[in-house]
């Protein structure tokens, strides 16, 4: 890749398709499901097929990617803005979020978590998908010294196609205290 122009060459090293996309690119190439993911300084993503050359599809992000990260279901992406884009096999995004105002340092996948590095702090996401996730309550009980002090639930949800976190706390151990919080 280089000059706007990205190429294939086949085990001889002979020439089997080069494709003119107009912009450096920003990363480096990635495979990803028979596709080469190409990320350009112009704000898009490309995908061609290894096969062929030819343009799959493509995304305009609004900001030049910084860093891709292929998973089975999702290429996660960061652009210079600081935003965290998932997008699926066509594409389309699956889901976006920001996580600051500047770059987002580093990105890594494994053991069914994404974990970012961004202003200073490290996120880490779970892979559950929104549709799978939407509706699922979790409720606990908080012990002191075997007598119960507290009790919460928090519910994820789906709300504009962004993950949604509510919570609630109860507490009595230090007196009566009420906690509710919202998380997108």
């Known amino acids: 890749a280089g000059s706007g122009a990205i190429a294939r060459y086949d085990g001889d090293l002979e020439r089997s398709w080069s494709r ?5 690119l920003t990363t480096d190439p990635v ?3 028979e596709q080469l993911i190409c990320a350009g300084a112009n704000g898009y993503v490309y995908a ?16 030049p990617a910084e860093q891709l990260t292929t998973g089975t279901d999702h290429l996660t992406l960061t652009t210079e803005d600081g935003a965290l884009i998932a ?4 594409g389309t995004v699956s889901w976006f979020r920001q996580i600051g105002s500047g770059t987002v340092a580093r990105v890594s996948a494994g053991q069914g978590r994404l974990y970012v590095s961004a202003g200073g702090q490290l996120h ?16 606990w009980e908080g012990f002191s010294r075997g007598v ?11 709300a504009d196609g962004a993950l949604v976190l509510q919570s609630y706390r109860v507490g009595w151990r230090h007196g009566f205290v009420q906690l509710r919080s919202q998380v997108r």
């Not at 880490?124 to 409720?139: G, H, L, N, Q």
Request: aromatic fraction near 14%; avoid cysteine; proline fraction near 2%.
């Open 20 to 24: 003119w996309l107009g912009t450096e």
């Open 87 to 90: 997008l699926d096999g066509t």
């Open 48 to 63: 061609l097929s290894l096969q062929s050359g030819e343009t799959v599809w493509k995304v305009d992000l609004g900001h």
């Open 148 to 158: 119960k002090t507290g009790y919460g639930w928090q519910l994820w949800s789906v």
């Open 31 to 33: 495979e990803w499901r």
């Open 124 to 139: 880490a996401f779970d892979s559950a998908r929104p549709s799978t996730a939407a509706s699922d309550t979790i409720w």
